[in-house]
């Protein structure tokens, strides 16, 4: 059987483009593993549910699982799984078992999981078992333009991490190995455009802050953040903000607006689970306390040693980006880690990596920041944020956000392995131990608007 009659049709009305790629195997296989090609994450699948209103399908990402009861809570529903019989005559043109991730092709109430909102390619099963669909994202969202859209209702599944966890020399089994495995991997995200153009733009020596209100402004959600982030009390503004342009010329200044959507940006198209030390919730919130803390350590250096405070931010932001990664490439990896992590709290994060992975997150984030030719500074940040004697070039950021982060954990917050700060590191710094718990006492003032942009990150 070819792509189901119902499926092409519905692509040829909405004007898609789309190409078709086979596999071999089991689909649900398929789904929790992907393909040599093709990130399982990439691929959306379909659960069909009901309820006394009737059928609702609900799309999500390949490997994960449905979580009904965050979904009934969202929807205010009792939905419960369909079987076969519910809906075996709406779908009468596909192979037996197999069900197109296209609601509204076949008239189906339908709500998709944002885990799929960001990224660059999708797949689906066309209704043939052995036949994908790939379209772009855009059209993926476009194909769903009268979709609910859930604030993330599925969860990557866990199976078998227990046991792997157990394994003597953990699931990669070393740090070769490791990197073996993200070398395989021939579906490396590239970096989102809209970064892309973030940096095009800042090479430039022509450009001004103009240039980057605009481009700001073509993405509606990222021009929001930067709003909200400009009237954060941390910055003092006392008048209204409405525009990327006032946000860059009252408050924020270029180089601050630059490194904050630039964060934002590559970081899009990341999504794991939101739960557990290494969630999304968790990711962000040590992110934005990180980014401002650092910024605010920066800022009361001496002038002379001061390196750039827009950079100094993002260092902060970006510098546990290897979680992501882990998280978007190697799903069972990421939950056996954030489960390890669950278990033993007070272990040391880089003892638990080896445990676990045989390899870092700063190895990981390494890799992809040096593949994207992302800034140095913030390559050294992401790959030394845990080595306190580094020395060399970009040194100072790697050390700001090290510093930011043992401060951080006598607040709860974060993976450092101690709360005891080095005098020779602050020394390095032309700080005093009286000046950083004055930065962290700030930070922690303004928790509640830092709590509100992390979750605003992970939505």
Not at 201 to 207: H, S
Not at 278 to 300: M, P, V
Not at 392 to 406: C, F, M, N, T
């Amino acid at each position: 059987m070819s792509t189901s009659i119902t499926v092409r049709r519905y692509l040829d009305k909405q004007d898609v483009r789309y190409a078709t790629a086979s596999y071999s195997g089991e689909t649900q296989d398929v789904f929790k593993n992907g393909t040599k090609a093709i990130n399982p994450n990439q691929i959306a699948k379909a659960i069909v549910l009901k309820d006394l209103r009737g059928l609702l399908m609900a799309v999500l990402p390949g490997p994960n699982h449905l979580n009904l009861e965050t979904l009934n809570r969202q929807l205010h529903r009792n939905l419960q799984p369909a079987g076969p019989e519910d809906y075996h005559s709406i779908v009468a043109d596909c192979s037996p078992g197999i069900v197109p991730p296209l609601g509204e092709a076949y008239g189906f109430e339908t709500i998709v999981d944002d885990g799929l909102l960001n990224q660059d390619l999708i797949y689906f099963v066309s209704g043939n078992s052995n036949e994908l669909v790939r379209v772009s994202g855009y059209d993926f969202q476009l194909l769903h333009s009268n979709a609910w859209y859930g604030n993330t209702f599925s969860d990557i599944t866990a199976e078998e991490s227990e046991s792997k966890q157990t394994q003597p020399n953990g699931i990669a089994g070393n740090k070769a190995n490791l990197k073996k495995q993200i070398q395989k991997i021939n579906n490396l995200p590239p970096m989102p455009t809209m970064a892309q153009k973030i940096i095009q733009l800042n090479t430039d020596p022509y450009t001004h802050a103009e240039d980057l209100a605009k481009l700001i402004e073509t993405d509606p959600s990222l021009s929001a953040q930067i709003i909200r982030y400009a009237q954060s009390p941390f910055y003092g503004y006392q008048g209204t903000v409405t525009s990327v342009r006032q946000a860059i010329s009252r408050v924020l200044g270029y180089d601050l607006v630059m490194n904050i959507a630039l964060g934002i940006c590559v970081t899009r198209p990341f999504k794991t689970t939101p739960h557990g030390p290494l969630g999304l919730h968790s990711f962000w919130r040590h992110a934005t306390y990180s980014a401002t803390l650092a910024q605010g350590l920066c800022n009361i250096m001496p002038r002379k040693i001061r390196p750039l405070t827009g950079t100094a931010y993002l260092s902060g932001l970006l510098h546990n980006f290897g979680f992501l990664i882990l998280g978007y490439l190697l799903p069972r990896e990421f939950t056996a880690l954030n489960n390890a992590i669950s278990e033993s709290p007070d272990t040391p994060i880089a003892e638990l990596e080896e445990r676990v992975l045989g390899g870092s997150h700063t190895e990981l984030g390494r890799w992809l920041m040096e593949t994207w030719n992302m800034p140095p500074e913030i390559t050294v940040s992401v790959a030394q944020h845990h080595n306190e004697h580094y020395s060399g070039p970009h040194a100072e950021y790697s050390r700001l956000v090290y510093l930011a982060d043992i401060l951080l954990k006598s607040q709860d917050i974060g993976d450092a392995s101690t709360e005891e700060v080095p005098e020779t590191l602050l020394e390095s710094m032309g700080l005093t131990s009286d000046q950083a718990l004055a930065a962290l006492e700030k930070t922690i003032q303004g928790s509640e608007e830092l709590d509100t942009m992390a979750r605003q990150l992970a939505a």
